[in-house]
């Protein structure tokens, strides 16, 4: 079964960058709406980004103008962009995407297993 795979995450100082990616377990035709989420201190996952079909993206406010969502059809890659990362960024960065299994098939709502991100000096 296809899955995604978040990787990238680590230990940062504030203030810092760090960029996350989002890829399939397996190849894929192509990665459709990526979303991600987190979940910190307040065991509540909330949205960080998201980039739909169009290009529009989505972000939540606590990362509104630090963070940037992007993807590479190409290599059927999301990313997320993380810039001036602050202590409250921490938690565990969960990706979500409809992912296009072949021209036909589309597999909706597919998530990873997380990748931790630490931000603290």
């Known amino acids: 079964q296809v899955q995604l795979v978040e990787s990238g995450g680590g230990l940062v100082q504030p203030g810092r960058s760090l960029t996350l990616s989002c890829s399939a377990s397996?190849?894929?035709?192509?990665?459709?709406?990526i979303g991600w989420f987190r979940q910190g201190s307040k065991k509540q996952r909330e949205l960080v980004a998201r980039i739909l079909d169009d290009g529009t993206t989505n972000y939540g406010d606590s990362v509104s103008g630090r963070f940037t969502i992007v993807r590479d059809d190409a290599k059927s890659t999301g990313y997320l962009q993380m810039n001036s990362l602050k202590p409250e960024d921490t938690g565990v960065y969960y990706c979500?995407?409809?992912?296009?299994?072949?021209?036909?098939?589309?597999?909706?709502?597919?998530w990873g297993q997380g990748t931790q991100v630490t931000v603290s000096s």
């Open positions: 397996e190849n894929i035709f192509r990665i459709n709406a």
């Open positions: 979500t995407a409809d992912l296009l299994l072949t021209a036909d098939v589309i597999r909706r709502g597919v």
